[in-house]
């Protein structure tokens, strides 16, 4: 390295790592300018996670070395990687919910045997940290009662009053509306502009574009390109990522809707704590269209297609549908209504979609395993269950096609295509899909999109749910908003675009709309 050139933030060298028999990081190179936002992107399993691991100390590498501003560090913990300076921000926050912002940023980080003291201080340390970095956040504040973009905000003031000029945040818009995304990017080139370096792991290509200098992509455990943002896009970087061209826009024709197949009328749900998830729902769901549920997680999408799927009972309000009155007094359990030709990816495939100590071919036919076709006399048709699961391994490109694998064996993307294939061709009335391509390689998205509109061409009527704002406006025909268990608006999808959808994801968009026409 020439004297000319300033150090690195981050610059690694051959870092390995290998889990038995997986080479989940090969070789990997990596320079990180200073005070640059540096974005690091790949499929699922690329080894994106398990190299911000190493950076942050959760793992060390087998070989390699890592250098911070041109001095090689020896990281074996996270306490090592705070000391030079290194700092992390989760998906999932790491935050004590019932203790206030400034309890839970000096937790562990007290200062002093006096508490008082140590507190003092630190308030006096965030106040300089919130100017400087333009971070504004209650102090005093419980963070159980702070929204989700305040409270992430609350995670990156932890790094930095730990002293980080090094940010790793990985996926930190996954729970965020649109508007928090955008004032969180705010936030990130505020802090660029101080001197922090931050690294950006996404997978979406949209955020990385709009908000990175400099790009890395990796692929299989090894790093296969860098790129300056100004000079790539979104086709290439796809391509970069899956090594063949990717077809990024869903193609479909506009939607033909016939009749209300499904009418929901003041659905409540009360979970066993007795809080009210679901708070007088309505919605009518017509064959041939794609009706979207938009909101941020948590805000009752997962249980509402737990009610509508016989998952969870109503609390009270009413369901039509296939003939039936489904109400708290006249409930359906899941296999009813799987009778009634109701079929449902669920969000999450681990808890609801599959026994992972199942083969595949067996995982194929959860809840049909009654089915006359998987059934002979006396024992289960196996010759038929393998022969429709390797026609649907090839037609949903499963990897690798084998019925026999156990189904934990396979990647979370290849999990998920058994799923919803196996939902999917059952040729239902309805299809409720939640989050249909969550941890799905890029590469895969596209067939399953192609699966849920050929579906709705055959004059099925599908609910989807989705946290991905350009998956429900990709795929939707109508849009409803939940906010906090209610809807709060509806909007034609060829009128929907991300500002509308964020603000009424917020429930901020009767205000807007009222001071508009004030």
């Not at 190299?51 to 074996?76: H, K, N, P």
């Not at 109400?327 to 969000?347: C, G, W």
Request: proline share 3%; charged share 25%; glycine share 8%.
């Amino acid at each position: 390295m020439s004297n000319q050139t300033p150090p690195y933030a981050i610059e690694l060298e051959g870092i390995s790592k290998r889990f038995g028999a997986v080479q989940a990081n090969k070789d990997i190179c990596l320079q990180v300018p200073k005070g640059s936002i540096h974005g690091i992107i790949g499929e699922n399993g690329a080894g994106k996670s398990t190299l911000m691991s190493i950076i942050y100390g959760f793992y060390e590498a087998d070989s390699g070395t890592i250098s911070i501003d041109g001095e090689q560090v020896d990281i074996r913990n996270s306490q090592d990687a705070i000391k030079v300076g290194i700092g992390m921000v989760h998906q999932h926050f790491m935050l004590v919910e019932n203790f206030t912002v400034l309890e839970n940023i000096v937790l562990g980080a007290e200062g002093g045997a006096v508490l008082k003291h140590g507190l003092s201080a630190a308030r006096e340390e965030l106040k300089r940290l919130e100017t400087e970095y333009r971070l504004d956040v209650d102090v005093d504040a419980v963070v159980e009662d702070l929204p989700v973009g305040l409270q992430q905000r609350v995670e990156i003031l932890k790094a930095l009053y730990r002293g980080a000029k090094i940010l790793i945040l990985d996926e930190p818009t996954g729970v965020l509306t649109p508007q928090e995304a955008d004032h969180l990017f705010r936030i990130l080139k505020s802090l660029k502009e101080q001197g922090v370096t931050v690294l950006l792991i996404t997978h979406k290509l949209r955020e990385i574009l709009a908000s990175t200098d400099n790009v890395s992509v990796m692929r299989q455990g090894e790093m296969v390109a860098h790129r300056e943002t100004a000079t790539t896009n979104k086709d290439e970087l796809a391509e970069l990522m899956v090594g063949k061209k990717v077809r990024l826009k869903v193609t479909k024709d506009t939607a033909q809707p016939t009749g209300t197949v499904l009418s929901a009328k003041d659905l409540s749900f009360f979970d066993s704590q007795g809080v009210e998830r679901l708070k007088k729902v309505s919605f009518e769901l017509k064959a041939g269209e794609i009706l979207g549920i938009a909101g941020v997680s948590g805000n009752g999408q997962s249980e509402l297609l737990n009610v509508l799927s016989g998952i969870a009972p109503l609390s009270s309000g009413e369901i039509q549908y296939a003939g039936q009155t489904i109400t708290a007094s006249a409930p359906k359990n899941a296999a009813q209504m799987r009778d009634l030709k109701m079929a449902h990816v669920p969000e999450d495939r681990h808890k609801m979609g599959l026994v992972t100590g199942f083969d595949a071919y067996e995982a194929a036919v959860l809840g049909y395993q009654n089915s006359e076709v998987y059934n002979g006399k006396v024992l289960m048709n196996r010759k038929a269950m393998l022969s429709e699961c390797e026609q649907r391994m090839t037609d949903w490109d499963v990897r690798p096609p084998d019925p026999f694998l156990k189904t934990a064996n396979f990647s979370g993307g290849n999990q998920q295509k058994i799923v919803i294939a196996r939902e999917v061709e059952q040729n239902p009335e309805v299809l409720l899909i939640g989050q249909p391509t969550r941890g799905v390689d890029i590469g895969a998205i596209e067939n399953i999109h192609e699966q849920i509109v050929k579906l709705r061409d055959a004059g099925k009527a599908i609910l989807l749910v989705s946290v991905e704002l350009d998956e429900i406006m990709a795929l939707s025909d109508r849009i409803i908003v939940m906010f906090d268990g209610a809807v709060v608006g509806e909007v034609p999808a060829d009128q929907a675009d991300e500002r509308t959808l964020g603000l009424m994801m917020a429930n901020a968009w009767n205000e807007e709309k009222g001071a508009a026409e004030a």
